[in-house]
Nanobody, 126 residues
Framework: QVQLVEVGGGLVQAGESLRLSCSAS????????MGWFRQAPGKEREFIAA????????TYADAVKDRFTISRDNARYTIYLQMNSLKPEDTAVYYC???????????????????WGQGTQVTVSS
């Protein structure tokens, strides 16, 4: 049984930082692309960042590029999302997701991912 568990959310002020972690179990972690998504109230779930299993290549949404950093530790079955210079518009529930991917591209649509965590709330006050 695959489980993804996110931790690290919380309430911060604008300009501060947070680091989210997502621990995986029940899968061969090193063979999965891993992604972070977020969903704000009344909005669709949106892609934030992803890291490939095969190359470690990363990609980011424009809204977070240069502020957020995704990384993975295959030995710990964990991915991280370092979030700097947080803004009120970053407020959302943040989810990690896993996808088996033997293609040459990174997928960004939520529907493309196979497994999801339960989410962790990030709230940024102004």
């Amino acid at each position: 049984q695959v489980q993804l568990v996110e931790v690290g959310g919380g309430l911060v002020q604008a300009g501060e930082s947070l680091r989210l972690s997502c621990s995986a179990s029940g899968l061969t972690f090193s063979k999965y692309d891993m992604g972070w998504f977020r969903q704000a109230p009344g909005k669709e779930r949106e892609f934030i960042a992803a890291v490939r299993w095969i190359s470690g290549m990363t990609t980011y949404a424009d809204a977070v590029k240069d502020r957020f950093t995704i990384s993975r530790d295959n030995a710990r079955y964990t991915i991280y999302l370092q979030m700097n210079s947080l803004k009120p518009e970053d407020t959302a529930v943040y989810y990690c997701a896993a996808k088996v991917n033997y293609a040459t591209v990174i997928f960004r649509r939520p529907i493309d991912y196979d497994y999801w965590g339960q989410g962790t709330q990030v709230t940024v006050s102004s």
